[in-house]
């Protein structure tokens, strides 16, 4: 963990509702994303796909394609290099890398590249490639017995007590088995790349969410120095976790760039998008729960199976929720993953949470039913005061605030308990309520903070900002703690040539960057100190950190406003035209801090109307209730919860990415056939946020990305099972479901 000093700023920025400082950029368009470079002479690619889900390529006939207008190469596994995987990464092992035999593992599988003049000739000369394949049966199902199955590869499976002592002493106990599909992160924006070579040197722009792992991964595969590779993505057009791996497209574009010479620039299209930038797992969860008839939890058991690639080794334990979630003496969770013939799966927002909370949260609700008590009294009486799993207590934890102050706002003491009880008219009325965490998630950052002689300042880091509004609160933190304006301090992103930052993935970024920038900048003010240390004309000779306030462009000593001088006095005092500082964030660790590093915690309360002859459900209203920690930003924080909501919906109503069993093929890899919510499908929105900074961290942050979407789907889940008396127990939840 990093600790620092305290500097005293006297502008407080940090919380109010800063309009985005990038928003000026992006509704002119002058915020260039990946897909708006473009270089002299570049060349730009198209990518043949398997049409088959599992067997071989017989043969592949590239001569009309060569021989098409404009095209410079076409390249397949018949004449592109060998290349290694990609290393391991924080987020585990790289994907497999492309065009390295003639195997086939999954329909949508990139079998060439073709690289032409124009786009459009790529496109077309593409579509020439012949290609024979030898198909093989497909493994499709989770539950086909020739199935390879791993068990907790990972090592993540926890259990603690005697999990059937305690089944055996419970009062009341309910199991079921609870579905979830796969879903597809679908960012707006087309995931693009554009790779350009200079001798040795590469310079790639990139839809990622990573710039440092793609120039660490590039280089592992291609055997150049990391210093030789440039990773640009300073605007990112969303992700949802699409961004965090280095998917093989990347790794083509880079290989096609280098053959052919020239710049070569690649764009997704959205059925590619489907098959090539991962997707979020399909789940089978079987959930058991027991508890004394005074609701006392007693015993938890949550079986996960998600699935998995072939030969990827990306992990989500959709079960791990149950054990650190409730108070209870008895958990045992257990997850495995089945190898199928299917498309790399990756994180998508909230991955493993968003799955696993939907079984344990509806669970939990259906126990509160059989017990007769109140579904909110039952999870404030099973609140976790202290880590289940660690037994310390939490560095911040105001989930009953969430449960007290979101029921508040809701209403909920307006509902009836009994299903089905209350009506507007035709419409079943339903209110309903999960519990929401996301676990804390924090790894080594760095960011650089320099003062100019004009007194303003500029950070960096090499962080991506997808919408999340990094430019906006690294601005306002910078800005406090350098005690300047937010018009004086320019804070910059997505260059790999910056000082090294983690993945914008998992709710850490803001914590890991934000604590680098408090480093950096006290280290800067510490920096100025240093200069006037022995400066008899400075009224800050001698001055420490803990002596003295920012303020207004300036240092003085605190107290004393008229005791100090300008970061520009100071400057040109000593024939500098800037000074700048490092500053590094490591993650907080428990066992130094004797307490549990705390994630994000939340409640959603949902109100659903369902007409029961046409079998119509409308999510008509949601309450988040939110402990982020400190907030740097309240209005960049609400939307973050807000669109994570939004995403919950999908989740519970719509998003189901539909395989053909019989060929392997997604049948609805567009937005004609993917349903995603629309403006008609949000309803009113209330957020509001409580608790406290995050004791474990200098900047009190706990991040608030992932958090928005868990819980959303059970919510809505138990909001049906309140008006209709029916419980859903798979994803999407659908009209025949209703009927």
Known sequence: MTTSPTISPTIAVIGAGLDRVDAPLKVTGKAHYPNDFGYAGMAHAALVRSIIAAGRIRAIDTSQAQAAPGVLTVITHLNAPRLDRGPMTLLGPSPPAPLQDDRILHYGQHVAIVVATTAEQARHAASLVR?????????????????????DPWSLDSERGDVAAGFAAADVVVEGTYTTPDNTNN??????????WNGDSLTVHDSTQWPHNVRASLAAIFKIPESGIRVLAPYVGGGFGAGLRMWPHVILTVL???????TVKLVLTRPEMFTSVGHRPNSVQHIKIGASRAGDLIAIEHHGTSTVAMEDDDYEPVSLCSAVSYACPNVRTRDRQ????????????APAEGQGNFALESAIDELAHALGMDPLEFRLRNYAGEH?????????NALQECYRRGAERFGWSQRTPEPGSMRDGRWLVGYGLAGASYP??????????????DGSAFVRSAATDIGTGTYTVMTQLAAELLGLDTSRVRFDLGDSDMPYSPQAGGSGLTGALGNAVHAACWRLVREFLDLVRDDMDSPLREAKLDDVT?????????????LGESYTDILARHGLEELSADGRSTPPRSEELGMAIAGAFGAKFVEVRIDPDLGLLRVTRVVSAIDGGRILNEKTATSQIIGGTVGGIGQALFEDTATDQGTGRIANATFGDYLVPVNADVPDMDVIFVG??????????????????????????????????RRMRSLPITIDQLL
Not at 131 to 151: C, G, H, N
Not at 256 to 262: K, L, S
Not at 440 to 453: F, G, K, L, T
Request: some cysteine; charged content about 20%.
């Open 440 to 453: 804390s998630y924090q790894v080594p950052c760095q960011a650089r903070a320099s003062v100019h002689r």
């Open 256 to 262: 096609a760039a280098r053959e052919v010479g020239r």
């Open 550 to 562: 920012v303020s207004e462009g300036r240092i003085h000593r605190t107290g004393a406003p008229e």
């Open 388 to 396: 289940p799993l660690f037994g310390l207590p939490w560095s911040s």
């Open 187 to 196: 960012p707006l924006g087309l995931m693009a790349t554009i790779a350009a």
């Open 338 to 349: 089945v190898r199928l013939n299917i498309p790399c799966p990756g994180s998508m927002r």
């Open 692 to 725: 406290e900074p995050d004791r474990a961290t200098p900047v009190g942050t706990k991040g608030v990305g992932e958090v928005g979407l868990v819980g959303v789907a059970a919510a809505i889940g138990n909001a049906v099972y309140h008006a209709t008396g």
């Open 131 to 151: 290609v024979e394949y030898e198909s093989t049966e497909a493994l499709l199902d989770v539950d086909d017995p020739r199935a390879e199955v791993l068990t």
